[in-house]
Structures are given as structure tokens and as C-alpha cells.
């Protein structure tokens, strides 16, 4: 009897967390999202914000570019990451590890708001890189970087840096330096020991990497609204303002769980291209 | 190994050069004497934190009524997050580690979901789920639920939702290292179960339990997307600062900035001290 009311009053915080704030909320939404205006506070089921989404060019244009762009984020991610993770795991030396992998950490301690500020000072037309650039000459006067897809870009690789660091330092420590110098001496050059023994060994790695950085990438808000152009929309703006500003709930509900489809299919076709699971990842990361 | 070559080692000093850029020039513009966070320098001052206005017509954030009041805003949510993320962490360490019931593989995968919904969308889901309450209470009893509305306690809750699965991992990593047999020798001892959580359980798991919280509080702290959906008229920092930063920045927000790198550097620090080897 003891044990069960134990077991019970463990239970309860767990029950209470996963289906007051979680299951029930997104419950909540899915039935919103299936709800229509017929009259003045009057809904039935129905699929029209589904429809409006088909609909309405912005909203799908915006979903699409969403994806699109974050998918290249991760990518741009991997690609500038892998080499820092390479040094780090494999070249750096005694002190010099340690010292270059907490660096990156640093970074992360700062809220994204202030990492945002940061590129903002950095690229507006008023701004450090401007001043800068016309200091030595290279432009003759003041030039906008901020506000387009570009600064939009820097900013959600620069957010997602971390992410992809981590998990691929942790793969390719456990790579033998003895297997890349046997690539060597097999004849192999650096871009075949590169492709044969290093990528495949850093797999788990890239994959945890590239799905933190995917998720993360998908669901900014502030980055996007601070760097990107008065017509470069994310969806998750598309989300706020029809909760938020227009008070459109059902639609706003019905864009929510598109977001959620994205990034479960996206995840889901990664997972399934290279072969790994979705909990043993989770948790590398 | 070989060692790295020249071009290899300059593009790691550029990638090094590239990740703290944003952050330097926050901080050093903190202390620029104009009413703009932009070159030309014109000189170093602390005005922007601890002035009266006189100077450039802004106080300085340590006298900014309203930059206080955010500040006090995110403690109210800040503490109550850090407190309950320790307890329920620890309960849940406890539940998935050591018990046994019908339903625990889908419950724990469960509890890492919320590590991948994202924030605006956990935001607009216990937004609607909340509002949906309130309504129906305030039909049946005829009663304001407030606290249901958008305001401090929903943020609470809506931290609260993602912040205890990190929480959980935390103390659940920590929890499956202890050895049971200490326990064991601890009750042939004669020691209660209670005696034998208090003086030897507990006491192996609080690094992880002080480690958990001030991850907590630092998530909870900066914490952005959950907290625009959900929050009402008293804005914690981040919010205030957001809004501050469409309006048109001053340095002001860049000492603001500054003050919270250090404490969040702070915090950071304290969590590796008091991090059990291996786990950061």
C-alpha cells in the first residue's frame, strides 16, 4: 500500500507536467485548427484554415521559404562547424583543446536577443562593418547589410553554431588518429580520407547536429524579425501575429501544427536517409 | 597527426573572430559616451549604467524604473521556475530510474517532446489550452481566473514545460550513476528509508540538483518565443528589451546586454564548479 501511494505521488507531477502543458494544450490547438467561422462566435468543424493556408500565397510562400531556408541553414551550419570540430578533436593539443571547445560555449551563455543585437550593430548602415569597410576604403559610403536574407542567414547559422560543434566533436574524438594516418599511408588523399574514414565515422554526429540545428533554425522568431527584410517573413511571425495581433486563433492553431508537420517530416526523412533513431540522437545531442 | 597547415589555422582564428564579433561589439559600445551603439567613438562612460539622464536624457540601467521593473519581472518567474524544476526534476529522476509501471517507455519519450516543439508553438498551445479553461470556469462558477490570461503565471508554466525536461535528464543522469548497494548497507544498518534518502541519496545527487536549477534559471531568464506568447502587461527583461530594441537602440540596451552576459557567464561558471566530472 505504501509503495503505491509512493508511486502515485511520483506519478502526479510527471501526469500533471506531460498532460497539462503538453498534451492537452496541443489537443487544444488540433481542435482549433478544424474549427470554422460560420456566424459571429459560432464554429463548426471544418477545414477551412487548412484551405486558407492553400489559399493565401503569402502563407504557403512563406511556409516554403521557411523550409527552404533552414534546410541551407543546417547546411552552411555543417559546413563551416566541421573543420572547427575536426582541429578541435583532432588537432588541437594539451591546454589547447580544452581552451577552443569552451570558447564556442561562451557564445552561448548570452541570450539570442543579445546575440541578435550584436549582428545588428555589426551590419547596419550606421554600423561597425560599414564604418569599417569605408575606414580602409573599400566602399565609398555608408551600405546597408542588415535587413535581407543574407544577414538572416549569418544570423541562424551563428545561432545554430553550437549545436552542430558539439555533437561533432564528441563523433570524431572517438576517431583513431592511427585509422586517418593508415588512410595516408594507403596512398589516400586528404579529400579520400576525408570522404571514406572521416565523414562516415562523424555520421551520428552530423545527423544529431543537423537535426538540433534544423528544429532550432525552424522555430526562431527573434532572429528572423530583427535581421531579416520587412518582406522576408518566417512562419513563426505568421503564427504570432495571427494569435497575437489579428486574434485569428483557429488559423493561428492550424499554421502551428503546419510547423509541427515540417519539422517531424523533415527530421523524420533525415533520420531515415542516414539510418539512426530518434531518442539515441536526442540524447547525443 | 600531422600538423594543421597555415590556411587551415587561419580559418579557425577567422571562425574564432566570427563567433565573439557580435558579442565585443555589444559590450564595448556599452561604455560609448553618444546616444547611438554606433561608431565614431566618442569617448568612454559609464552613464549608460549608472547615470541619472542628466547627460544624454536617458537614465542609465541601474536607474531606469522600467528596466528595474522587467528585472523584477523575470525574478518573479525566474525563481518559481528555478524551485519547481529542482523538486519535479528530481521526482521524475527518481520515477523513471526507479520505478516500474505500466505506460513508463511512452511516458518518458514523452517527456522529451517538449525539447522539440518549438517555443512559439508550446506558447500558443498552453495559451489556447489555459484560455479554454478559464472561459469554462467563468461560465460555471462566475468567477475571474486571471492568473489563466496571459500575465506572469502562464509564463511560469510555459517555461516550466520545456525547462523540466532538461531538468529531468539532469538529475536522471546523475540518479542512474548512484550505486544501490550504499543503500542497501544503509538500511541493514537500520536506517529508515526516509534517513537513507536524506543522508545518502540526496546528498550524491545535489550537485545535479544545483546544477539543474541554475541551468533553469539562466533558461528561464533569457528565455524568448514562450514568453512573448504568453506574456501580459509586466514584460520580464527580454521582452522589455525587445521592445526597446524596435524602438531604436540606445546604448542603454547594449549595458543591459552586458549586465547579463556576466551574470549568465556567472551562472555558467558555477555550473561546471559544481558539474560532477564529465558532465557540463
Known amino acids: ?285 | 597527426m600531422n600538423k594543421a597547415s597555415l590556411s587551415y589555422r587561419l580559418y579557425i582564428l577567422a571562425f574564432y573572430l566570427f563567433l565573439f564579433a557580435p558579442l565585443v561589439s555589444v559590450a564595448v559600445f556599452a561604455f560609448n559616451a553618444s546616444l547611438f551603439p554606433a561608431p565614431p567613438w566618442k569617448g568612454f562612460t559609464v552613464e549608460w549604467f549608472t547615470g541619472t539622464g542628466a547627460l544624454f536624457g536617458k537614465p542609465g540601467i541601474f536607474r531606469d524604473p522600467a528596466m528595474l521593473a522587467a528585472f523584477l519581472n523575470s525574478l518573479k518567474v525566474a525563481i518559481p521556475v528555478t524551485l519547481l524544476s529542482i523538486v519535479i526534476g528530481t521526482a521524475n529522476a527518481f520515477l523513471l530510474e526507479r520505478r516500474e509501471f505500466p505506460g513508463k517507455a511512452l511516458l518518458s519519450m514523452m517527456m522529451l517532446w517538449p525539447l522539440v516543439i518549438p517555443g512559439v508553438i508550446l506558447g500558443i498551445s498552453i495559451l489556447a489550452f489555459s484560455s479554454r479553461i478559464a472561459n469554462a470556469l467563468e461560465t460555471w462558477l462566475n468567477m475571474d481566473l486571471d492568473f489563466l490570461r496571459p500575465g506572469l503565471f502562464l509564463v511560469i508554466l510555459g517555461q516550466l514545460s520545456f525547462i523540466l525536461t532538461i531538468s529531468t535528464l539532469i538529475i536522471g543522469a546523475r540518479l542512474k550513476k548512484f550505486d544501490r548497494s550504499l543503500e542497501e548497507a544503509a538500511l541493514d544498518l537500520g536506517a529508515s528509508r526516509l534517513r537513507v534518502l536524506t543522508t545518502i541519496t540526496l546528498p550524491f545527487l545535489k550537485p545535479a540538483m544545483v546544477g539543474a536549477g541554475l541551468v533553469a534559471l539562466l533558461m528561464s531568464f533569457e528565455n524568448f518565443n514562450t514568453t512573448l506568447i504568453l506574456v501580459g502587461s509586466d514584460a520580464p527583461l527580454p521582452i522589455y528589451m525587445y521592445g526597446q530594441m524596435r524602438e531604436g537602440a540606445t546604448p542603454a540596451l547594449n549595458a543591459a546586454s552586458l549586465v547579463l552576459m556576466l551574470g549568465a557567464g556567472f551562472l555558467a561558471t558555477l555550473v561546471a564548479l559544481v558539474s560532477p566530472r564529465k558532465e557540463a
Not at chain 1, 463548426?44 to 484551405?51: S, V
Not at chain 1, 574514414?197 to 522568431?221: C, D, E, Q, R
Open chain 1, 1 to 285: 500500500m505504501g509503495r503505491r501511494l509512493a508511486l502515485f505521488l511520483l506519478l502526479a507531477p510527471a501526469v500533471l507536467w506531460i498532460g497539462l502543458l503538453v498534451i492537452l494544450p496541443h489537443v487544444e490547438i488540433a481542435i482549433l485548427s478544424f474549427s470554422q467561422r460560420v456566424a459571429a462566435r459560432v464554429y463548426t468543424f471544418g477545414f477551412a484554415n487548412y484551405l486558407e493556408f492553400l489559399a493565401e500565397p503569402v502563407y504557403w510562400r512563406t511556409f516554403a521559404r521557411t523550409a527552404l531556408l533552414s534546410i541551407l541553414v543546417t547546411l552552411i551550419t555543417l559546413v563551416i562547424s566541421f573543420p572547427v570540430a575536426l582541429y578541435i578533436a583532432k588537432f588541437a593539443r594539451g591546454k589547447s583543446k580544452p581552451v577552443l571547445f569552451l570558447l564556442c560555449l561562451i557564445p552561448f551563455w548570452a541570450s539570442e536577443l543579445v546575440r541578435t543585437l550584436g549582428w545588428m550593430m555589426l551590419l547596419r548602415e550606421t554600423g561597425i562593418l560599414s564604418h569599417f569597410l569605408q575606414a580602409i576604403g573599400v566602399i565609398g559610403r555608408p551600405v546597408e547589410f542588415l535587413y535581407n536574407d543574407g544577414a538572416l542567414v549569418l544570423g541562424l547559422v551563428y545561432g545554430g553554431m553550437l549545436f552542430m560543434i558539439v555533437p561533432l566533436t564528441n563523433a570524431l574524438e572517438s576517431l583513431e588518429t592511427a585509422q586517418i594516418e593508415a588512410g595516408y599511408d594507403l596512398g589516400g588523399s586528404h579529400l579520400t580520407v576525408l570522404r571514406r574514414i572521416i565523414i562516415p565515422h562523424a555520421m551520428p554526429g552530423i545527423v544529431a547536429g543537423s537535426i538540433v540545428v534544423f528544429m532550432l533554425t525552424v522555430g526562431n522568431f527573434v532572429t528572423p524579425v530583427m535581421l531579416g527584410g520587412k518582406n522576408g517573413l518566417w512562419f513563426t511571425e505568421q503564427i504570432y501575429s495571427q494569435f497575437i495581433t489579428r486574434f485569428n486563433w483557429p488559423q493561428g492553431s492550424a499554421f502551428g501544427f503546419m510547423l509541427l508537420l515540417l519539422s517531424t517530416v523533415i527530421v523524420w526523412i533525415g533520420l531515415r536517409l542516414t539510418g539512426q533513431g530518434f531518442s539515441e540522437t536526442l540524447r547525443r545531442s
